[in-house]
T-cell receptor, first 114, second 112 residues
Framework: DAGITQSPRYKITETGRQVTLMCHQT?????MFWYRQDLGHGLRLIYY???????DKGEVPDGYVVSRSKTENFPLTLESATRSQTSVYFC?????????????FGEGSWLTVV | EDQVTQSPEALRLQEGESSSLNCSYT??????LFWYRQDPGKGPEFLFT???AGEEKEKERLKATLTKKESFLHITAPKPEDSATYLC?????????????FGTGTRLTVIP
């Protein structure tokens, strides 16, 4: 049971470059999410998606773009990376219905912008 | 605005020394309160969901309880493998099931 797979796990990029973080889930969950985790802050929601081709902003969406052409994939793109986007990024998913509202997380992608 | 405050920020326990972690929350209407465990370099691992005041859930040495203002994660006779950061998060009725508001966590160290 692979669950959620994120790639790359570690990335160093330069300011102004475009970076895409990939997320793949094997559970067929409808909802997928991107969170970032920074020291002194709790995990904060960037974007989420309710289904293929349906996405919506979270708490901190500026500077990020998402797409969801297939249910199992939810890539996050930083169109022009900035140092403030140095963070750990977590992809997550949840099911719907009687199984409840639990959100399950991937292992994270560590991004450094220099 | 939904808010979550966890205390203490860090806690060191001797193996076998029971204690509790606190999660105080403010939410317009509670949809659910979640506890996660996070090991260094890993993603949060789901532990419990609590939905209403008075509810309790247990898993091995962990027991989570919920009141209208706070939740406690009780750790009974902890072992070194319980060392991790424990995260609390809430879902509010207004924000819906599509966002969790997280606290900054309690970093637990259990010394053999």
């Amino acid at each position: 049971d692979a669950g959620i797979t994120q790639s790359p796990r570690y990335k160093i990029t330069e300011t102004g470059r475009q970076v895409t973080l990939m997320c793949h889930q094997t559970w067929s969950h409808s909802y997928m999410f991107w969170y970032r985790q920074d020291l002194g802050h709790g995990l904060r929601l960037i974007y989420y998606s309710a289904a293929a081709d349906i996405t919506d902003k979270g708490e901190v969406p500026d500077g990020y773009v998402v797409s969801r052409s297939k249910t199992e994939n939810f890539p996050l793109t930083l169109e022009s990376a900035t140092r403030s986007q140095t963070s750990v990024y977590f992809c997550a998913s949840r099911t719907t219905g009687s199984s409840g509202n639990t959100i399950y997380f991937g292992e994270g992608s560590w991004l450094t912008v220099v | 605005e939904d808010q979550v405050t966890q205390s203490p920020e860090a806690l060191r326990l001797q193996e076998g020394e029971s204690s509790s972690l606190n999660c105080s929350y403010t939410v317009s209407g509670l949809r659910g309160l979640f506890w996660y465990r996070q090991d260094p370099g890993k993603g949060p691992e789901f532990l419990f969901t609590l939905y209403s005041a008075g509810e309790e859930k247990e898993k091995e040495r962990l027991k989570a309880t919920l009141t209208k203002k706070e939740s406690f994660l009780h750790i009974t006779a902890p072992k070194p493998e319980d060392s991790a950061t424990y995260l609390c998060a809430v879902q509010g009725i207004q924000t819906g099931a599509n966002n969790l508001f997280f606290g900054t966590g309690t970093r637990l160290t259990v010394i053999p």
